[in-house]
């Protein structure tokens, strides 16, 4: 089955600067390093949450010649790979959507901002002792992520499922205070994003982050009770994730080549092959997933 998604990627597209590069992972990325009969790597550090690796260790293949080498930096939870790039600890970082940035950026200050666009994911409803979400009864209990964006993404796919309504005005970004239909009285437990696969025996059902549900062996097609539809994506999607670079380091044209390195067919085929519909790519591609 053939897929192809349209979004615009402007921040990708601005003219790549002919200055000299800026320092990457604490080295020189101006030139690779010749130790005498070997050229050492640029090495560009990227923050990642969970064990979405697949796609970097094809980028990896594809920059080889180029002289770059993406390392990755693992985090547990989104709190920290922000701060680690605003600290200069990673170069870059791709776990989290625009809603999540943004928020971020108007909450703590951050001088950060996307330089490419990556993937999408289906938020989705898992259960451990339901099959649909008719079988939800008065009063149970919905766990779904305590931060901003991604329980207010929670709260807009309960609203599809037909759970509740929330009030409009609150946007992407809804929270428990803006449900203004809750047929059930359904009891909200908020927790960290990545204890809610934890949670599951202990509530109806939770809203769970589709890296956290992929990690902890949830599968998509056989365990969620819900799924959030991404058929239709708009060029302004809140929740497309995306490559992030601290601001002044835009437009690095190293960091750019790792941008267009992602926006690859192969890449492609790796996410449509591996992980069967858990995270979608977001750019034009040709690659026919297989059935």
Sequence with gaps: MKRKWNVKTAAILAAITAAALTGCGGQNTEE?????NATEPTVVKVGIVGDLVEPWEVINELLADEGIQV???????????????????????????????????????????????????PMNLYSKSISS??????????????????????????????????DPAAGYTPDVYDVTENPLSLEFVEADAATLVSLLPDVAAAVINNNYAFDNGLDLEKDAIFTESVETIADDNPYI?????????????VYQKIVDAYHTDEVAKVLLDTYHGVYQPVWDYTYEEAE
């Design 32 to 36: 690779t390093t010749d130790t005498g």
């Design 71 to 121: 390392e990755l930096v693992t985090f547990s939870d989104y709190n920290t790979p922000n701060q680690a790039l605003d600290a200069g600890d990673v170069d870059l970082n791709a776990f989290q959507h625009y809603a999540f940035l943004n928020d971020e950026v108007e909450k703590k200050g951050y001088q950060i901002e996307a330089i490419g666009n990556t993937i999408i994911g």
């Design 133 to 166: 979400p008719d079988e939800l009864q008065k009063g149970d209990k919905i766990a779904i992520p305590n931060d901003v964006t991604n329980g207010g993404r929670a709260l807009k796919a309960l609203e599809s499922a037909g759970l509740i309504k929330v």
């Design 241 to 253: 994730n995306i490559i992030a670079a601290r601001s002044e380091d835009k437009d690095n044209p």
